[in-house]
T-cell receptor
Framework: EPEVTQTPSHQVTQMGQEVILRCVPISNHLYFYWYRQILGQKVEFLVSFYNNEISEKSEIFDDQFSVERPDGSNFTLKIRSTKLEDSAMYFC??????????????FGPGTRLTVL | QKEVEQDPGPLSVPEGAIVSLNCTYSNSAFQYFMWYRQYSRKGPELLMYTYSSGNKEDGRFTAQVDKSSKYISLFIRDSQPSDSATYLCAMSMFSGGYNKLIFGAGTRLAVHP
């Protein structure tokens, strides 16, 4: 069964460093998302991406964040200068995006980011 | 007022019990209502979704939406230890072919043998 994959599973970085989190969405999906979950808190939407453009972003997704689809399979989230409060689980998701009915978002297993 | 409110629990029940999980919401524009299950250190996995008001049943799981009360529920019949997980409600407004999900805090459920 197709699934969303994410690498690395755990990333430890120093405050102020840049990190890139990688995702491989399901191959025929057109919409891609990033969510984050700070430990003990709710899953929060960060950004959605379609046709090589950001469709929507949340208030959390400030200038320190960027997303990219560098090739036909990967979808990346970059944090330019990490802060302690960026420590969280980051989930990538993808959906087909076809038709007018509900499109299920399939989530990856997440990357745990720890900023020291 | 938070957009989506969900009691975080934890909820502990004996095997075979009927479990009731609930969420309330404030935004009347939500049209799709989802229940996700999340095991520890894993990504959310969709259990069920409902469009607008009504009931939907899938095996031991029943989802209910009451848009007039802005209240959704998930019932689990004959609960099993393998149902032990965190259950997240999520909602979205269908717009432009994509769905930004707004999640509740999640309810941690433990089903003990």
């Amino acid at each position: 069964e197709p699934e969303v994959t994410q690498t690395p599973s755990h990333q430890v970085t120093q405050m102020g460093q840049e990190v890139i989190l990688r995702c491989v969405p399901i191959s025929n999906h057109l919409y891609f998302y990033w969510y984050r979950q700070i430990l003990g808190q709710k899953v929060e939407f960060l950004v959605s991406f379609y046709n090589n453009e950001i469709s929507e972003k949340s208030e959390i997704f400030d200038d320190q964040f960027s997303v990219e689809r560098p090739d036909g399979s990967n979808f990346t989230l970059k944090i330019r200068s990490t802060k302690l409060e960026d420590s969280a689980m980051y989930f990538c998701a993808s959906s087909e995006g076809f038709g007018s009915s509900y499109n299920e978002q399939f989530f990856g297993p997440g990357t745990r980011l720890t900023v020291l | 007022q938070k957009e989506v409110e969900q009691d975080p629990g934890p909820l502990s029940v004996p095997e075979g019990a009927i479990v009731s999980l609930n969420c309330t919401y404030s935004n009347s524009a939500f049209q799709y209502f989802m229940w996700y299950r999340q095991y520890s250190r894993k990504g959310p996995e969709l259990l069920m979704y409902t469009y607008s008001s009504g009931n939907k049943e899938d095996g031991r799981f029943t989802a209910q939406v009451d848009k007039s009360s802005k209240y959704i529920s998930l019932f689990i019949r004959d609960s099993q230890p393998s149902d032990s997980a965190t259950y997240l409600c999520a909602m979205s407004m269908f717009s432009g072919g994509y769905n930004k999900l707004i999640f509740g805090a999640g309810t941690r459920l433990a089903v003990h043998p």
